[in-house]
Each structure stands twice: as structure tokens, then as C-alpha cells.
């Protein structure tokens, strides 16, 4: 397939973008990229996505799909080999159970840690260790939570392993703990360590200085 036919609209430092990136290089999809600029939305993410005006956007023969677990599942029914979730009815229902648990509980207790101060932030970086702690239990023994190969939890879950550091460093405050945690902690070893998925990782030392930034203008509109 060419890659005029499939069009992603991104950012570097997204990690819903990431997702799909990873997702589109997993399935050997030939794609191209439009890196988008977040504090000036161009013209063509307001087009592909009057609603939400957010990245990241797939464009696949001019029609747009939003929202990167949609994204995923896009591609997963668009493009049949090399298959991110597995085939057993039960196994995708939880595949799609821990990718949710990953957006409306991890998500959001790691933002809320890097934006609160004081006693606050101890409070919500208690409870996102508490959502990893669950996490992990999805893993149980396996390599991935696909088995032995990349899945769709991974895939959805496994920037965090990037982007929590970076929190942790900035915010001050352990998300990861690796003595209640080890097998989660090897675990994102292993997905940043996949060599399609590192290569996609955007470099840490320039996403570090990018999220202190970010960081500075979160804590200051918050004080």
C-alpha cells in the first residue's frame, strides 16, 4: 500500500501518538507523517478533526479516524496481518478492558502527579502507583501482555514506562516502584527495548527538557 493512502497527523512528545506509530510500524504499514504544531493547529488537523482539534489523526484514502484506541482497532480490522489483539472473544474483551483501565485511571493519576504540588501530589502519585500495581496484575508471568509478542495493552500501556520516568524526575515523586512492582518494571524494559518500538521513541534527553517546560507552565497557571 502506498504511503500517500495512509496519513498520520502528530507530535513528537504525543504519547497517543506514539501509539499509533508503533502500531503502524508492528503491522509494516507504510505511512506518512505530518507533524503537527499543538500551540498553532494547522489547518488540516482542524479539518480531519473539527471536533476535537486534537492529534493524533489517521487519514486513511481522505477519511480521518480520531482517538488513538480507535485509531488502533482501525488498523487492526483494516489491515489483518501481523494482529495486535488476539482472536479469542474473552482475551480481546480484556485486551480492550486493560487499554481502557490505562486511559481513565493510569492517565490520569500520572498527569495529575506531574501538575499538583504539596500534599496533593503525594495523594494522586499514591493512587497511580495503586493503578500500575493493578496493571501489573493483568501482566501476571508473561512476557507481554500479548504473550509472547507485542499486543494491544502494550502497545497501549507501554510509553508510560518512558514518560513516568520523566514525571518522577521532574515532579519529584516514585510512580514506579520497582520493589512492589518488579514484574511491571521488567516488563516496560522489555517493550521500550523492542527494536520496532525504540526505534520510534522520541530522543529522552530532548523530551526531558520539553516536559520541564511544559511542567513550569502547568505549575505556574495552577498557582
Known amino acids: ?27 509494516e504499514i507504510e505511512y506518512q507523517y505530518v507533524e503537527e504544531d499543538l500551540s498553532n493547529k494547522s489547518p488540516l488537523l482542524l479539518q480531519y478533526n473539527p471536533v476535537h482539534k486534537k492529534i493524533p489523526v489517521l487519514v486513511h484514502d481522505g477519511k480521518p479516524v480520531a482517538e488513538s484506541l480507535i485509531i488502533l482497532e482501525y488498523i487492526e480490522e483494516t489491515w489483518k496481518p501481523n494482529p495486535i489483539l488476539p482472536e479469542d472473544p474473552y482475551e480481546r474483551a480484556q485486551a480492550r478492558f486493560w ?25 494522586v502519585a499514591k493512587e497511580a502507583r495503586e493503578n500500575l500495581k493493578i496493571l501489573e496484575s493483568g501482566l501476571g508471568g508473561k512476557q507481554f501482555f500479548g504473550g509472547e509478542s ?31 512492582m518488579p514484574l511491571l518494571n521488567a516488563w516496560f524494559g522489555r517493550v521500550l527495548e523492542f527494536p520496532i518500538l525504540k526505534e520510534c521513541l522520541p530522543p529522552q534527553d530532548i523530551l526531558l527538557e520539553h516536559s520541564r517546560g511544559f511542567h513550569k507552565i502547568l505549575t505556574t497557571a495552577s498557582s
Do not use: H
Not at 4 to 16: I, T
Not at 159 to 175: D, K, P, Q, S
Open 99 to 123: 487499554a481502557k483501565f490505562v486511559d481513565e485511571k493510569c492517565l490520569p493519576s500520572i498527569m495529575s502527579a506531574f501538575t499538583k504540588k504539596g500534599e496533593e501530589k503525594e495523594k
Open 1 to 27: 500500500m502506498s504511503a500517500d493512502s495512509v496519513k498520520l497527523l502528530g507530535n513528537w512528545a504525543s504519547p497517543s501518538a506514539l501509539r499509533v506509530k508503533w502500531t503502524l510500524k508492528l503491522k
Open 150 to 180: 507485542i499486543g494491544f495493552v502494550d502497545i497501549a500501556a507501554g510509553w508510560i514506562g518512558l514518560w513516568a520516568r520523566i514525571v518522577e524526575e521532574i515532579a519529584e515523586v516514585n510512580l514506579i516502584d520497582t520493589e512492589t
